[in-house]
T-cell receptor, first 114, second 113 residues
Framework: AQSVAQPEDQVNVAEGNPLTVKCTYS??????LFWYVQYPNRGLQFLLK??????LVKGSYGFEAEFNKSQTSFHLKKPSALVSDSALYFC????????????FGTGTRLQVFP | DAGVIQSPRHEVTEMGQEVTLRCKPI?????LFWYRQTMMRGLELLIY????????DSGMPEDRFSAKMPNASFSTLKIQPSEPRDSAVYFC???????????FGPGTRLTVL
């Protein structure tokens, strides 16, 4: 079955330190990959996406992600975390047989401590 | 653009009542998606439309749920009769095509007592 996994329910990091939020997927073909962020009582906001091209994708708020086809991963990274980055992060992948649809991971809560 | 608009933002109702959630997608977007978010099940796609036509409703939980899109600027998700297990946050999202970002509305928090 096609799926996306976020292995960590929560990631804790000190402000100023680099952060990584992990995402792996199991989709045949060449998927489209997305990262979204959700702040409390808000809808999901787009951060970045990989469709094709350069494996390193840069997005909003200083975030970036690297598409690794051999490891089927699309980890979200930021060189220096801010307290304001604390939120719920979702990885999403399109289905190979229907690229209209996205399946979302279970989400990773990022907590950045001052 | 104002973004995706959803109403109401909060809805509290009693079991057995009919609930109607509303969504206005971003102008020019051909796709509209309805999602449900719960702690237990995460974010689930319920149904999506392309050019006002329902394409995939395989995520609709049961016959109590129905969705319509009478025109390009309006969609409804109806639950009749509602049950406590329907309590969740319901999101609407829209985009131009399958490579485009899905833009989410603020959600409707539904509580069924």
């Amino acid at each position: 079955a096609q799926s996306v996994a976020q292995p960590e329910d929560q990631v804790n990091v000190a402000e100023g330190n680099p952060l990584t939020v992990k995402c792996t997927y199991s989709v045949s073909g060449n998927p489209y990959l997305f990262w979204y962020v959700q702040y409390p009582n808000r809808g999901l906001q787009f951060l970045l996406k990989y469709i094709t091209g350069d494996n390193l994708v840069k997005g909003s708020y200083g975030f970036e992600a690297e598409f690794n086809k051999s490891q089927t991963s699309f980890h979200l990274k930021k060189p220096s975390a801010l307290v304001s980055d604390s939120a719920l992060y979702f990885c999403a992948v399109s289905l190979s047989y229907n690229t209209d649809k996205l399946i979302f991971g279970t989400g990773t809560r990022l907590q950045v401590f001052p | 653009d104002a973004g995706v608009i959803q109403s109401p933002r909060h809805e509290v109702t009693e079991m057995g009542q009919e609930v109607t959630l509303r969504c206005k997608p971003i102008s020019g977007h051909d796709y509209l998606f309805w999602y449900r978010q719960t702690m237990m099940r995460g974010l689930e796609l319920l149904i999506y439309f392309n050019n006002n036509v329902p394409i995939d409703d395989s995520g609709m939980p049961e016959d109590r749920f129905s969705a319509k899109m009478p025109n390009a600027s309006f969609s409804t998700l109806k639950i009749q009769p509602s049950e406590p297990r329907d309590s969740a946050v319901y999101f609407c999202a829209s985009n131009r095509d399958h490579t485009d970002t899905q833009y989410f509305g603020p959600g409707t928090r539904l509580t069924v007592l």
